[in-house]
Structure formats: C-alpha cells, structure tokens
C-alpha cells in the first residue's frame, strides 16, 4: 500500500461454504479466513507478564507468525534491508534465531506476513517504491530456499499476505493484480520437480558450495568468500493463473474460502491507478463471479465467516500524521451472489482487517476505538475507548480480544461486552522498556501472545523496537 513509511525507507453460525483441504497451520493472513490472528482458539493470559522480549533495530509492520513451538518474524532494517527468521515461541529470556535470511538472498524491502502450509513457508516481498517484487518459497523448519517467481513491473510489489489452499498460492501483486501458482510443482532448467525433489537438489548443491569454500580457504584464506542462498539453484513455481494486471491494485491479502478467491484492490489518488472494487473469483481459473464497488480502499482485505464476506475501508493508509479527519467503513456481503447486506461508516479510518468471532464484526480504527458490529445485521453491539489511534487489526481468542495501539498498548477486551480486561504498556513495563507503535497485529497461540513494534515514523521514529511474548508467569 502506498505509505510515508514506505517511502521513508519503507452467528450464530451461518451455512457455511464446502471448505478447502486443511491448509496447514498458518497458511493464511491472520490464521484463517475469518482473521482472528488466532487458530486454537485458547484465550491468552488473565494476568499478563512479559516471558521473553527480542530488542531490535528493524521494524515490524508484519505480524509475528506462531506455528507449533515456533514463531516466524519479518522485518525491516536500515536502507530498507529485508530480513525473515524463525525464533522459538517458548521459554524465557531472550530467544535466539533458529535460522535468518536476509541479503544478499533477499534482495527488496518486505511487509508480508509469511504462510506457513506444512514444511513450507511463503512470502512476497517488494514495497511501493520499488518496480517489481518476488514471490519466495523457504522450508520453514531450515529456511531453505525452494523456488523463486520474480514479478518485474511498475508498481507491482507483494506487500500483502499469500494463502495456500489445495496445493496452490494465492497472493496480489500490486498492479500486478492477483496471481495463483502451484506449490507442488516446480521447473528448473526446463524440467518439473515437486518441493521436495528440490530440497534435495538444493542440500546437494549447498555441500558442493561450501566444500569449494574449504578449497579456496586452502588456497588463501583472506580471499575466500563463503556461500550464501543467493548461490543456490533458482527454480520457479508454475503459474496457473493471473487476473487484474495494472487495471487493478492489489496489496491487500487475498482471503481463500472453498472454491472462491475474494480480491481487494484499491485506487491510488496520486498515480490515479487501480480501482476501489471486492472481486469474487473462482479459485481454480480466476473467473470472476461477481464484483461490487467499494467506497474507501480496503487496505485489510476481506474477511469470511459463514456467508458473510466483510471488507473494512480506510481514506488513509499507513500515515501517521495524516490521521486527523480521517473516515472508515465497514461493507458486508453474501459470498454466493455478492449482494450487500449491510455497510457502517466508522469516524475513523479502519486500516487493518475485520476478525469475525461469536456473531461479531470486531474492528480496530484510528480514532482511537475498538467496535463490534453483530455479523447478521451490522447492528453496533460495543465501543471500546483505547483513546489511541488504532492501525492494526484485533486478534480474538477464547472469548477476548487483543488490541495494540499507536502508543504500544496491548488492550485485552471482552469479546461480549467490550468491557476491559487489562492492559499492558510495552515502554513502561519494565521487562521491555522499548515503546513503539503496533502495526501487523497481536497474534495468539497457546496461550500466548506475540506482538512486534514498528518506529518508522512519529515521535518514536528510529527508536528501537521489540518483539514480545505476553503469557502467564
């Protein structure tokens, strides 16, 4: 999306439709479908207490990624140097990197909360300011390269998150609009290989690579270069589809239910770009289904319970200091045809997306307020006042939700009645001592939360930053 930060450096339940084969454990923006950031749906802790903090120099404008006993990190760092790692989610004290990658591997700047679907861990990178973007496969548990698709193009970059589904991905490109690959098969030097053949080509080569670098030590030490990830092998993915280049702009994630794909894409005022639209698609050819109109650009992308898709509006991004008078809404609509249910404008742009829990419509605006809306009618059930501008979207887990504000709050709400729960302040606890402003989202898994910091811009700019995990001591 096109951001200063960007620039700067960067029911009741309804019927529901025929699901897609288990994805795996994280295999879509925020979780699943209905983007509660949450997939065990275990409420985190009644009393919270920091258990580990990472302090860092990059920001965090993805949110923090917890598969099994593991949490996936995406950063940002000085000349908008890229970087990924796996961390362990548990214990105490600060963790260290299982694996990282970073450049040269990783070429261009990347906002894009990763999807892990089995071994396999996927992610887009490249921003507004740069002319192209590549679509990455990794093994997760090794952080192995897999295969590649570079996209060249003006303003095409994937700074939203894919989903895996039924053994394709599904990401959007800017104005490269959506796209659809097979993870299962992939082409090198003109032959088809799966992933896993792949992995074995790649350990191979991995061995030839640093074996030459024992032989050019011996040679002379002070010339010997080690390998990197950039020097293994650069397979592709085969693409069964694209659909929306440079009429749409997509960088939203696509949300994936059954056999429909649902597309946001926006409409840039300053390059008079793209088209302000949900598109409905079929997730095996692209077809679209149907479409509607959308008033404000829908940075969060589209959410999904049941039969009912809701997409959140915004007529600012990511600015921080272009929040005042901005307006927000929120759109419902039936999945089968697209017809409107119900819309509400909000006093507030809705930045981020719309979690669907319980009957409820549950999101966050940068007027300061958490709302929730019943699912069925659009009715307003609560309003909670963190008193803060809000950009990333709420986590919801065992009846609560999970809120982090501009100020680095972390709010716990009760998912019935909007009544507080607690709150936990990232600069003044002192286990953190590190304030700054939550982009990607609380996420939660077992019990826990993750929460990573952003200081791109405003008071706190080029402040450190963290990563934390809030659980029970």
Not at 347 to 357: N, S, T, W
């Given at each position: 999306?096109?951001?200063?930060?960007?620039?700067?450096?960067?029911?009741?339940?309804?019927?529901?439709?025929?699901?897609?084969?288990?994805?795996?454990?994280?295999?879509?923006?925020?979780?699943?479908?209905?983007?509660?950031?949450?997939?065990?749906?275990?409420?985190?802790?009644?009393?919270?207490?920091?258990?580990?903090?990472?302090?860092?120099?990059?920001?965090?404008?993805?949110?923090?990624?917890?598969?099994?006993?593991?949490?996936?990190?995406?950063?940002?760092?000085?000349?908008?140097?890229?970087?990924?790692?796996?961390?362990?989610?548990?214990?105490?004290?600060?963790?260290?990197?299982?694996?990282?990658?970073?450049?040269?591997?990783?070429?261009?700047?990347?906002?894009?909360?990763?999807?892990?679907?089995?071994?396999?861990?996927?992610?887009?990178?490249?921003?507004?300011?740069?002319?192209?973007?590549?679509?990455?496969?990794?093994?997760?548990?090794?952080?192995?390269?897999?295969?590649?698709?570079?996209?060249?193009?003006?303003?095409?970059?994937?700074?939203?998150?894919?989903?895996?589904?039924?053994?394709?991905?599904?990401?959007?490109?800017?104005?490269?609009?959506?796209?659809?690959?097979?993870?299962?098969?992939?082409?090198?030097?003109?032959?088809?290989?799966?992933?896993?053949?792949?992995?074995?080509?790649?350990?191979?080569?991995?061995?030839?690579?640093?074996?030459?670098?024992?032989?050019?030590?011996?040679?002379?030490?002070?010339?010997?270069?080690?390998?990197?990830?950039?020097?293994?092998?650069?397979?592709?993915?085969?693409?069964?589809?694209?659909?929306?280049?440079?009429?749409?702009?997509?960088?939203?994630?696509?949300?994936?239910?059954?056999?429909?794909?649902?597309?946001?894409?926006?409409?840039?005022?300053?390059?008079?770009?793209?088209?302000?639209?949900?598109?409905?698609?079929n997730a095996a050819t692209g077809e679209t289904l149907w479409t509607k109109p959308l008033a404000l650009n829908p940075w969060g992308g589209a959410s999904v319970?049941?039969?009912?898709?809701?997409?959140?509006?915004?007529?600012?991004?990511?600015?921080?200091?272009?929040?005042?008078?901005?307006?927000?809404?929120?759109?419902?609509?039936?999945?089968?045809?697209?017809?409107?249910?119900?819309?509400?404008?909000?006093?507030?742009?809705?930045?981020?997306?719309?979690?669907?829990?319980?009957?409820?419509?549950?999101?966050?605006?940068?007027?300061?307020?958490?709302?929730?809306?019943?699912?069925?009618?659009?009715?307003?059930?609560?309003?909670?006042?963190?008193?803060?501008?809000?950009?990333?979207?709420?986590?919801?887990?065992?009846?609560?939700?999970?809120?982090?504000?501009?100020?680095?709050?972390?709010?716990?709400?009760?998912?019935?009645?909007?009544?507080?729960?607690?709150?936990?302040?990232?600069?003044?606890?002192?286990?953190?001592?590190?304030?700054?402003?939550?982009?990607?989202?609380?996420?939660?898994?077992?019990?826990?939360?993750?929460?990573?910091?952003?200081?791109?811009?405003?008071?706190?700019?080029?402040?450190?930053?963290?990563?934390?995990?809030?659980?029970?001591?």
């Open positions: 999306m096109p951001t200063r930060f960007a620039a700067l450096a960067i029911l009741a339940a309804l019927a529901a439709p025929l699901p897609a084969a288990d994805p795996g454990p994280w295999a879509t923006y925020r979780g699943n479908p209905q983007r509660t950031g949450n997939t065990d749906n275990q409420p985190g802790p009644a009393a919270p207490a920091v258990l580990w903090t990472i302090r860092s120099q990059d920001h965090f404008v993805a949110s923090p990624v917890p598969v099994g006993t593991s949490v996936y990190l995406s950063g940002l760092g000085a000349f908008n140097r890229p970087a990924i790692a796996l961390y362990p989610a548990g214990g105490t004290g600060e963790p260290k990197a299982t694996w990282a990658r970073s450049a040269p591997y990783l070429r261009l700047a990347s906002v894009s909360s990763p999807a892990v679907s089995g071994n396999y861990l996927v992610f887009g990178d490249g921003m507004h300011q740069d002319s192209g973007g590549v679509l990455h496969c990794l093994t997760a548990d090794t952080g192995r390269p897999i295969w590649q698709l570079p996209m060249p193009g003006d303003l095409i970059h994937l700074e939203g998150a894919p989903t895996v589904a039924d053994g394709k991905v599904y990401m959007g490109a800017g104005a490269g609009g959506v796209l659809c690959v097979d993870l299962t098969k992939v082409t090198l030097d003109g032959k088809e290989y799966t992933p896993a053949e792949i992995e074995k080509l790649q350990d191979e080569k991995w061995k030839q690579l640093l074996a030459k670098f024992e032989e050019d030590k011996k040679k002379d030490k002070d010339l010997a270069v080690p390998p990197s990830e950039d020097d293994l092998l650069k397979p592709a993915p085969k693409v069964v589809w694209k659909k929306g280049e440079v009429k749409w702009h997509v960088d939203a994630p696509v949300c994936v239910t059954g056999d429909k794909v649902l597309v946001c894409t926006s409409y840039l005022d300053q390059e008079k770009v793209g088209e302000r639209a949900l598109y409905c698609l319970l049941g039969n009912t898709v809701v997409v959140s509006g915004s007529s600012v991004g990511y600015y921080y200091t272009k929040l005042k008078g901005a307006k927000g809404n929120l759109a419902a609509f039936d999945l089968a045809t697209g017809a409107p249910k119900w819309t509400k404008d909000v006093p507030g742009g809705i930045v981020g997306c719309v979690a669907l829990a319980d009957g409820l419509a549950v999101c966050t605006a940068t007027d300061g307020k958490v709302r929730a809306f019943n699912l069925a009618d659009g009715d307003r059930r609560w309003i909670y006042e963190a008193k803060t501008p809000l950009f990333a979207p709420p986590a919801v887990a065992g009846g609560v939700v999970y809120a982090g504000d501009l100020n680095g709050v972390i709010h716990a709400i009760d998912l019935k009645d909007g009544a507080g729960k607690w709150k936990l302040d990232l600069g003044a606890d002192p286990a953190v001592r590190a304030p700054g402003m939550v982009y990607g989202g609380v996420t939660a898994h077992g019990g826990k939360l993750y929460v990573a910091t952003c200081n791109l811009e405003g008071p706190l700019a080029r402040k450190p930053t963290c990563v934390v995990c809030i659980g029970t001591k």
